[in-house]
């Protein structure tokens, strides 16, 4: 994990973080994947203050039931894919950025999930609430 350079208390986000390596903001969850396994979330976005931005990080975390099996599936997908289906997510290191858009999802804005792990970064696309493409990045 990266160091953070800035941390603020924020009306809308609580706590939220600059880090050193990664340009904007990212608000830091606790989840788990459905074995149980710990997971950290970072939700990534340039300004706090933005409304859009704002109501984004709401809508996703509302359907989030909906949208977090599809991504642990997706990503469980490409792993064995790229031959690294036996590759274990490592709480002590490996986290999942989702870049919160400035656009409106509900319009179609572009946005992603990656597990950021060891072994490679595993990136999602998403188009409104559509998976458009993904990949390994090494």
């Known amino acids: 994990m990266s160091e953070i350079l800035e941390q603020i208390d924020h009306s809308f986000w609580g706590t939220v973080q ?7 903001w990212d608000l830091e969850q606790d989840d788990s994947l459905p074995d149980g396994t710990d997971v950290k979330l970072r939700f990534d ?8 931005v704002q109501e984004n990080y709401s809508v996703i975390r509302s359907r989030w039931s909906e949208i977090w099996p599809r991504i642990v599936d997706r990503i469980a997908q490409m792993k064995s ?16 950025s989702i870049s919160v858009p400035d ?8 946005w992603s999930v990656m597990l950021q792990a060891a072994e490679a970064g ?17």
């Open 81 to 96: 894919d790229y031959g690294y289906s036996d590759a274990k997510y490592d709480p002590a290191s490996d986290w999942f």
């Open 18 to 24: 600059r880090r050193s390596g990664y340009e904007g």
């Open 122 to 138: 595993w990136l999602i696309d998403f188009r409104g609430w559509e998976d458009f493409g993904g990949q390994g990045v090494f």
């Open 103 to 110: 656009d409106r999802i509900e319009d179609g804005a572009e």
């Open 45 to 52: 976005f340039d300004d706090p203050n933005n409304p859009t």
